[in-house]
């Protein structure tokens, strides 16, 4: 059975920054399309950011320039550093991969002075 399981979010002040980790029991994880999403209150979840088995990766235009993703797939885990943080980055981010398993529980990632 799948399970991803997120962490590394907490409280941060606006301009901070915080890595967050995404552990994937995937057995393809080395060949699938890795993305971390987050979702706001009230609102929908969204893609922010994607990489794929070779490296290639893209953003939402809301975070480029301050987030980056990457990924160990010795280790099945995909990274997100979150630099220069605003309080729209407010919100519960989750992985997951392009075939889409279920949802981990995320990771709370809050944005306030």
């Known amino acids: 059975q799948v399970q991803l399981v997120e962490s590394g979010g907490g409280l941060v002040q606006p301009g901070g920054s915080l890595r967050l980790s995404c552990a994937a ?3 393809s994880f080395s060949v699938d399309i890795m993305g971390w999403y987050r979702q706001a209150p ?3 979840r969204e893609l922010v950011a994607g990489i794929t088995s070779r490296g290639s990766t893209n953003y939402a235009n809301s975070v ?3 987030f980056t ?3 160990d ?3 099945n885990t995909v990274y997100l550093q979150m ?3 605003k309080p729209e980055d407010t919100a519960v981010y989750y992985c997951n991969s392009n075939k889409l398993y279920s949802w981990g529980q995320g990771t709370q990632v809050t944005v306030s002075s």
Do not use: E
């Open 25 to 27: 029991s995937i057995r």
């Open 64 to 66: 480029k320039g301050r």
């Open 73 to 75: 797939n010795a280790k």
């Open 69 to 71: 993703i990457s990924r």
């Open 83 to 85: 630099n220069s943080l």
């Open 42 to 44: 009230g609102k929908q």
